[in-house]
C-alpha cells in the first residue's frame, strides 16, 4: 500500500517546509495539497502552505526532488453549490489543476462540492444541487478525459458524504474511466455516511483514500458538518473503525495512493505503522 501525506504538516510554514517534514518524517510520498489561482502574500511571504496553479511545473518538480519525494495527487476542492464567482474556488480553477497535474506527471486529482455559503446554495433542492455539480464539473471532466488525470470526488459536502449522492454525482458526469471517487474515512463517516458502505458500493471506482480517524466527542456533530481538514488522533483510536476499513478495501481489490490526513509528528508514525501492520 502506498501511503503519504498530506502536505500541510507545520503551520505558518510555507510549502517546501511541508515536503522537509514528510522526507523527516520517512514518507516518500505526498500529496499537493493547497493551491490557490494568481498569487498571494502568504506564500510570496513564506508563511502559506499552498502553491499556484499558475507555477511553472518545473518550480514545483524541483522542489519535490530537493526531498526525494513522489506527489500523488493534486487537491481541487471547490465549491459548486453556491453561485459561480471569481472569489470561490470552482469550475476554473478545477481545470486548472487537471493542466497542472497533467505537467506534473500527477494522475490523480481530487475535488468535492463542498457545503453552500451562501442563501442561495442553501435554497437548493436536492435534485437542483445534483444538477449544479454536474454541469460545474463538465468540462473539468473534458480536461481530464483529454489529458489522461481521473476526476476523484471526495466525500466532503452535502452530496458527497453520503453514497446515494455520490452515486447521483457518479452518474450524472458518467465517464467511468476518468471519474471515480477518493474515499475519506473521517469525512464520510462525520458527514452520516458509512465509509464500509462506501466500499461496498463503489469498490473499483475508489483510486486514492484519505485516511483519518475521528474521536467520540465528534459523534454529536454527525450529520452536521460536511468534512474537517485533519483528524487529530492517530487511526485506530477513533471510532470509525479503521482496520477493518483496511480489509474491506484491500478485499475489494484496492491498490491504489493513499494520504494520511492526521496532525502531529508522533500521531503520524503511529498512523502509518498501524496502516502497514493492518495491511500486511
Known amino acids: 500500500m502506498i501511503i503519504g501525506c498530506f502536505a500541510l504538516m507545520e503551520p505558518f510554514t510555507p510549502m517546501r517546509r511541508q515536503f522537509e517534514v514528510i522526507r523527516e518524517l520517512g514518507f516518500d510520498f505526498a500529496d499537493l ?3 490557490h489561482d494568481g498569487a498571494t502574500l502568504g506564500t510570496e511571504f513564506g508563511f ?7 507555477s511553472h511545473a518545473d518550480d514545483i518538480l524541483n522542489m519535490v ?3 526525494n519525494l513522489t506527489l500523488t495527487s493534486v487537491c481541487a476542492h471547490a465549491n459548486l453549490l453556491d453561485p459561480a464567482s471569481p472569489a470561490r474556488y470552482g469550475t476554473m480553477e ?7 497535474a497533467h505537467f506534473l506527471g500527477v494522475k490523480q486529482v481530487i475535488t468535492t462540492e463542498g457545503d453552500p455559503k451562501t442563501a442561495f446554495g442553501h435554497s437548493l433542492t436536492h435534485d437542483q444541487r445534483i ?9 473539468p471532466v473534458r480536461w481530464a478525459s483529454r489529458l489522461g488525470i481521473e476526476l476523484l470526488l471526495e466525500p466532503h459536502g452535502i452530496l458527497t458524504d453520503s453514497v446515494e449522492g455520490m452515486q447521483q454525482i457518479l452518474e450524472g458526469l458518467g465517464h467511468e474511466e476518468v471519474v471515480g471517487v477518493n474515499l475519506d474515512t473521517g469525512n464520510s463517516w462525520l458527514g452520516g455516511g458509512d465509509p464500509a458502505a462506501f ?6 471506482r475508489i483510486k486514492h483514500v484519505h485516511w483519518k480517524d475521528m474521536e467520540a466527542a465528534w459523534e454529536s456533530k454527525r450529520g452536521t458538518q460536511y468534512g474537517c481538514g ?20 484491500l478485499d475489494a481489490g484496492f491498490d491504489g495512493p ?15 505503522e498501524r496502516l502497514h501492520k493492518w495491511a500486511s
Open 33 to 35: 495539497t493547497d493551491n
Open 48 to 54: 502559506a502552505a499552498s502553491f499556484s496553479l499558475d
Open 65 to 67: 526532488a530537493d526531498f
Open 94 to 100: 478545477i481545470i486548472k489543476a487537471i493542466k497542472l
Open 131 to 139: 444538477f449544479s455539480v454536474v454541469e460545474k464539473l463538465q468540462e
Open 199 to 204: 466500499i461496498r458500493t463503489f469498490g473499483p
Open 230 to 249: 485533519m483528524g487529530m488522533i492517530p487511526l485506530g483510536d477513533g471510532v470509525v473503525g479503521m482496520e477493518a476499513l483496511v480489509k474491506q478495501l
Open 258 to 272: 493513499t494520504t494520511l490526513e492526521v496532525a502531529g509528528p508522533d500521531n503520524v508514525k503511529r498512523s502509518a
